[in-house]
């Protein structure tokens, strides 16, 4: 399958290692932290990916001229959400499924190669953590997905969105349905959510690992992380 990389956000959490960089190219261990997530794809039998970037877009076409992977570069001019930066890559998965994963957010190889399904169903990533608040909490009935509830206030599971997914074309036609948020953005999990409704999406565990670059203090974690695989 193809790949697609969000990577359009200005990664203000980030600063000020994102002054002069978005926050893929902060380097990990000495080297872009864009790099491991390439690598992990061509392990994972990826061959083609295309990167949606908006903020320091010409920093991210310096480094895909100089790797060796297969890169079409997607500008997202404006930040209007999640999304919108998928409906980007419409014409580059052409009618193909294709998965999904933001620039910020690393997975093993046989978990990147597990979630390229073949069958008629989208998929999203779950893994389980102690503090679910702080992001989309999955409700399912065995492996399918019924709804996602952004940052619940009130404890309603602890199986969580990692940010990994497998989409069919599904994706393209529930992201024309929905409508703005309320921050003004098209959000990619009202889509899926949509698609929920009729039971055309289904949840697979990772069993690896996931990294998340949200903030400047994730870097040691990560690289100590990095270190030891």
């Known amino acids: 399958m193809k790949a697609v990389i969000l990577a359009a956000g200005k990664g203000l959490r980030m600063l000020p290692l994102t002054r002069d960089k978005p926050k893929t190219l902060i380097e990990i261990n000495g080297k872009p932290f864009l790099s491991y997530l390439l690598e992990h794809l061509q392990k994972a039998g990826i061959t083609e990916t295309a990167i949606v970037a908006g903020y320091k877009i010409e920093k991210i076409a310096e480094f895909a001229k100089k790797h060796d992977a297969a890169i079409t570069l997607i500008e997202q001019q404006q930040l209007r959400g999640t999304g919108d930066a998928v409906m980007k890559a419409k014409e580059f998965v052409d009618g193909e499924d294709f998965i999904m994963l933001g620039g910020d957010n690393l997975f093993s190889p046989a978990d ?3 979630i390229q399904k073949d069958d008629e169903y989208c998929y999203v990533g779950g893994w389980k953590t102690a503090n679910p608040e702080k992001y989309g909490v999955m409700v399912c009935t065995g492996n399918v997905l019924l709804k996602i509830i952004e940052k619940p206030k009130t404890f309603v599971g602890d199986l969580i969105n990692a940010g990994l997914y497998k989409f069919t074309p599904d994706i393209f036609e529930a992201l024309g349905k929905i409508g703005l948020s309320e921050r003004g953005e098209l959000e990619l999990t009202d ?27 994730d870097v040691p974690k990560v690289e100590a992380f990095l270190k030891k695989l």
Do not use: F, N
């Open 191 to 217: 889509a899926i959510s949509l698609l929920a409704e009729s039971r055309k999406v289904k949840v697979m565990m990772l069993q690896d690992y996931w990294l998340d670059l949200g903030t400047k203090e």
């Open 112 to 114: 990147l190669q597990a």
